[in-house]
């Protein structure tokens, strides 16, 4: 493991051309001035994101949850990934000139309380519903088993108690209900349930994709479903929102569906373009995630969960979201 880990830092060098793709490194073209407020986030009936518009490109903005098409509050902070929730945030971001990267963890007035060093590209990030649990997911380079390709690591922690795991990949793992190593493993998408223990995330191994459960406490996870990626919990802990891959075939896109864990039911949803996101629950029946625009431009969308209406434009020039209230 500390081999991989300086591979994986041998590696980052080569990411951070991948990091301009989210936006690690801002454009140098002079844009008009934007009047930077002191933002708040605690909890309230608002929505959170990273902006991708030009003149605020990577600053963390605000918008209210009855009017996200109004002017946004925009903040000083710049964030390649935020999250949000009961008054705690966390930012992924750079960690000074050379291509290295932390997780910033963010008391209710976005003051940076904790910095946790990051070995990678940030692609996701989550926090539990009272902000006490913190995830992350990087890309790396130098795994000898992906012949040079980039591949992810997901580490979480509990800010009340300290406990943290770097990587997933420390865990044991059970498949189909029998435990299995493997050389191949990555995880990312990390999303947590209301009691401080349990976790899911996507798990890669053998060219398959897993919903896993994961234990903290005891340091395992156990595989549920197939063809699950970025899960993200309902507040009731009963629905999982998730991308899968069309026809098993990440080559031809991801379908939005959503998950009922009791029953195993998946409902596809409203939204038929491909979103490579991982999507965020707005309210108990709404599914927000970013469409690409191309480059580092995105737009938030919204759905209904449980598969009716269409997709409506959320929040133009954005990614990222996290609701507050």
């Known amino acids: 493991m500390n081999r991989r880990i300086v591979l994986a830092l041998l590696g980052a060098v080569v990411l951070a051309a991948v990091a301009v793709g989210y936006g690690a490194v801002t454009g140098t073209r002079a844009q ?19 902006s991708t518009a030009a003149e605020s490109k990577g600053h963390v903005a605000m918008v209210s949850a009855a009017d996200p098409g109004a002017a946004r509050s925009v903040s000083k902070l710049e964030c390649l990934r935020v999250a949000a929730a009961a008054g705690t945030g966390i930012c992924l971001r750079p960690d000074g000139p050379l291509a290295t990267f932390q997780a910033a963890i963010l008391d209710a007035d976005l003051t940076v309380t904790r910095e946790i060093p990051l070995v990678g590209v940030p692609n996701r990030t989550r926090l539990s519903g009272d902000g006490r649990m913190a995830a992350w997911t990087v890309f790396v380079a130098g795994d000898s088993y992906n012949n040079g390709r980039f591949s992810t690591r997901a580490g979480l922690v509990d800010l009340t108690t300290g406990d943290m795991i770097d990587s997933l990949e420390f865990l044991s793992v059970v498949v189909d209900g029998r435990p299995y190593t493997a050389a191949d493993l990555n995880f990312w998408g990390i999303t947590f349930a209301a009691d401080h223990n349990t976790f899911y995330a996507t798990m890669s191994t053998d060219g398959r994709r897993y919903l896993v459960q994961g234990d903290m406490a005891a340091k395992t996870v156990r595989t549920i479903a197939q063809n699950v990626e970025c899960p993200s919990l309902s507040a009731d802990g009963k629905r999982i929102a998730f991308k899968s891959a069309i026809d098993g075939d990440p080559a031809k896109g991801w379908r939005l569906s959503v998950l009922d864990l009791a029953s195993g039911v998946r409902t596809p949803l409203a939204e038929t373009r ?3 996101d991982q999507a965020a629950w707005l309210d108990p029946n709404t599914i927000g995630y970013a469409v690409s625009r191309g480059g580092d431009d995105a737009d938030i969308w919204a759905v209904p969960a449980d598969g009716s209406g269409s997709p409506r434009l959320l929040v133009p020039h954005a990614e990222s979201p996290a609701a507050l209230g």
Request: a neutral charge; glycine letters at 4%; zero cysteines.
């Open 274 to 276: 491909s979103v490579d």
């Open 32 to 50: 008009p001035a934007t009047a930077y407020e002191a933002l708040n986030i605690a909890p309230g009936p608002r929505i959170l994101f990273r």
